[in-house]
Nanobody, 132 residues
Framework: EVQLVESGGGLVQAGGSLRLSCATS????????IGWFRQAPGKELEGVSC????????YYADSVKGRFTISSDNAKNTVYLQMNSLKSEDTAVYYC?????????????????????????RGQGTQVTVSS
């Protein structure tokens, strides 16, 4: 059974940092692309960042470039999202989603409309709240 479990969310002041984790199981981690998406109240799900577990590619939305860093620990089948210089507009529920890198062409679908639909497996989400 495929499982993705997010953790690390919380309440932080603007300018602060958080590190999100996406612990995965039930699939061959090295073959997958894992993306972080977020949904703010009243808004569509937005692709934030992505990594192929093989290390071939990464993706960052323009809104987070230079502030967020995605990484993977293949020994732990876990993907991390280090979020620095947080802003109030980063407030959202953050989800990780995954699918076979070959099927989704790595991270190439992240910035497409409804890009999240390409990644079949998802976690339950973790809330990030940035106070200004």
């Amino acid at each position: 059974e495929v499982q993705l479990v997010e953790s690390g969310g919380g309440l932080v002041q603007a300018g602060g940092s958080l590190r999100l984790s996406c612990a995965t199981s039930g699939f061959t981690f090295d073959d997958y692309a894992i993306g972080w998406f977020r949904q703010a109240p009243g808004k569509e799900l937005e692709g934030v960042s992505c990594i192929t577990a093989s290390g071939g590619s990464t993706y960052y939305a323009d809104s987070v470039k230079g502030r967020f860093t995605i990484s993977s620990d293949n020994a732990k089948n876990t993907v991390y999202l280090q979020m620095n210089s947080l802003k109030s507009e980063d407030t959202a529920v953050y989800y990780c989603r995954a699918d076979k890198a070959q099927l989704v062409a790595g991270c190439s679908k992240m910035n497409r409309p409804l890009g999240y639909t390409w990644y079949a497996y998802r976690g339950q989400g973790t809330q990030v709240t940035v106070s200004s």
